[in-house]
């Protein structure tokens, strides 16, 4: 079984079936995309895979949301991983991005749900400067 054929059976499966399920398997490393949305208690799980079964865990995802706070799920991640690597992104000023801005109808926005589903052209990568400032590139 691939290890995306796993991961969709995993959705399908309850969380408690998944752990005893994967302690049989033979995969060596798993990885998770958008893991800021996995929730605390399973990165919990996740840590005590690498650690009693010596399985490689590799999570992608953002720390924070449109509002400039943290995922929960990426804190526990933070809090509980052996690395962390920030993937480079860059404001349109040529500084580093840290801040995700919503965006709509070409403004930023502030308010609204954490999660919310769109497309990667509803966020736009900014510097924390530009992100206080509401600006986006002219
Ligand atoms: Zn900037």
Same mark, same amino acid.
């Not at 800021?36 to 399973?42: G, S």
């Not at 709509?104 to 926005?109: A, D, E, G, P, W």
């Not at 589903?117 to 990667?120: A, T």
């Given at each position: 079984m691939k290890v995306n054929?796993?991961?969709k059976t995993f959705r399908k499966k309850k969380r408690r079936r998944f752990l005893p399920d994967l302690k049989k398997s033979e995969y060596p490393a798993l990885t998770f995309d958008e893991a /800021?949305? =996995? !929730?605390?208690? =399973?990165i919990d799980k996740l840590s005590d895979l690498v650690d009693r079964h010596n399985i490689t865990i590799i999570c992608y995802g953002l720390r924070t949301d449109f509002q400039s706070k943290l995922f929960p799920g990426a804190? !526990? =991640?933070?809090? =509980?991983? +052996? +690395?962390i690597e920030q993937i480079k992104t860059i404001c349109w000023c040529g500084k580093r991005a840290h801040f995700n801005a919503r965006i709509?109808?070409? /403004?930023?926005?502030t308010d609204g749900d954490q999660l919310q589903?769109?497309?990667?052209k509803s966020y736009v990568s900014l510097c924390r400067k530009h992100y206080k400032l509401k600006q986006l590139k002219d």
């Open positions: 054929t796993y991961l /800021q949305f =996995l !929730r605390p208690n =399973l804190k !526990r =991640l933070m809090e =509980l991983a +052996d +690395d709509m109808n070409s /403004q930023i926005i589903l769109g497309s990667n």
